[in-house]
Antibody
Framework: EVQLLESGGGLVQPGGSLRLSCAASGFTFSSYAMSWVRQAPGKGLEWVSAISGSGGSTYYADSVKGRFTISRDNSKNTLYLQMNSLRAEDTAVYYC?????????????????WGQGTTVTVSS | SYELTQPPSVSVSPGQTARITCSGDALPKQYAYWYQQKPGQAPVLVIYKDSERPSGIPERFSGSSSGTTVTLTISGVQAEDEADYYCQSADSSVVFGGGTKLTVL
């Protein structure tokens, strides 16, 4: 069964840091680009970041560029999101998602498998 | 920045047909995707590449495209279809519509 399992969320003060992880199983992890998508409380979905299958290419939404870093360890089948300089507006459920095709990232591709999400709360 | 526009809400009675639209200028050139999200759950892909249905998604879910509008159609709506539905497409990055809450009366 194809599965994604996020972890690492929690309560952090403004300006703090947090690292999210997403453990993948049931598919050849390195063959697919991966994304992080977040959802603020009561709001819609917002794409945050993506990474190619090899990890050599990374992409960010303007709202997180320079503060968040996406990475992956294909030997561990794990995706990461390092979040620094956190702000109240970063409070959200963070989902990792698998691209529906290809190891290269293309924003015109869909996301066919999603994790259950991990909650990040930025508050003093 | 590029936007996809969805109606905030759609209501239908059980057994009727629900149609949820998504409008965007780039939709004639880019594929659209549809996700279903029930309260407290992760999104689930229900339509990809405008009109393709993933395995395991009921046949009552279908998608279509015409010009700058794509439409998710749910035929014979069931109570379990009550959820938020999001369209997704792209310009230079991934874009989601604002979501439509489907209420089954």
């Amino acid at each position: 069964e194809v599965q994604l399992l996020e972890s690492g969320g929690g309560l952090v003060q403004p300006g703090g840091s947090l690292r999210l992880s997403c453990a993948a199983s049931g598919f050849t992890f390195s063959s697919y680009a991966m994304s992080w998508v977040r959802q603020a409380p009561g709001k819609g979905l917002e794409w945050v970041s993506a990474i190619s299958g090899s990890g050599g290419s990374t992409y960010y939404a303007d709202s997180v560029k320079g503060r968040f870093t996406i990475s992956r360890d294909n030997s561990k089948n794990t995706l990461y999101l390092q979040m620094n300089s956190l702000r109240a507006e970063d409070t959200a459920v963070y989902y990792c998602a698998k691209t529906d095709r290809g190891s290269y990232y293309d924003p015109s591709h869909g996301m066919d498998v999603w994790g259950q999400g991990t909650t990040v709360t930025v508050s003093s | 920045s590029y936007e996809l526009t969805q109606p905030p809400s759609v209501s239908v009675s059980p057994g009727q047909t629900a149609r949820i639209t998504c409008s965007g200028d780039a939709l004639p050139k880019q594929y659209a995707y549809w996700y279903q999200q029930k309260p407290g759950q992760a999104p689930v892909l229900v339509i990809y590449k405008d009109s393709e249905r993933p395995s395991g998604i009921p046949e009552r879910f279908s998608g279509s495209s015409s010009g700058t509008t794509v439409t998710l159609t749910i035929s014979g709506v069931q109570a379990e279809d009550e959820a938020d539905y999001y369209c997704q497409s792209a310009d230079s990055s991934v874009v989601f519509g604002g979501g439509t809450k489907l209420t089954v009366l």
